[in-house]
Nanobody, 125 residues
Framework: QVQLVESGGGLVQAGDSLRLSCAAS????????MGWFRQAPGKEREFVGA????????DYADSVKGRFTISRDNAKNTVWLQMNSLKPEDTAVYYC??????????????????WGQGTQVTVSS
């Protein structure tokens, strides 16, 4: 069982930056591929980005590519989502998720077994 706790959300203006953190309560953090997803009101949860176990491979949704960066520190059991040039359409609850099985990252939410409680990001225009 892995517990994930996100932090760092808030209210910002368009063009600002935020860095979300996700802390995992496990001593085997390095075995998990990690993903970030978001869900806006009235919309389905969507993939934002993912990072491989070692941090050597990342994948991003087209909507955030070039603006968002995922990184991790396995010694700190933490993954981050650096969000730059934020837009009002980035407003959502952001979730981190951990994937144990499977050889790589995934864009599919059902592939992730563990989820955090989410952190709200609101971008005003």
């Amino acid at each position: 069982q892995v517990q994930l706790v996100e932090s760092g959300g808030g209210l910002v203006q368009a063009g600002d930056s935020l860095r979300l953190s996700c802390a995992a309560s496990t001593h085997t953090f390095s075995i998990y591929n990690m993903g970030w997803f978001r869900q806006a009101p009235g919309k389905e949860r969507e993939f934002v980005g993912a990072i491989s176990r070692s941090g050597g491979s990342t994948d991003y949704a087209d909507s955030v590519k070039g603006r968002f960066t995922i990184s991790r520190d396995n010694a700190k059991n933490t993954v981050w989502l650096q969000m730059n040039s934020l837009k009002p359409e980035d407003t959502a609850v952001y979730y981190c998720a951990a994937r144990l099985w499977g050889g790589s990252t995934s864009r599919k939410a059902p592939d992730y077994a563990y989820w955090g409680q989410g952190t709200q990001v609101t971008v005003s225009s």
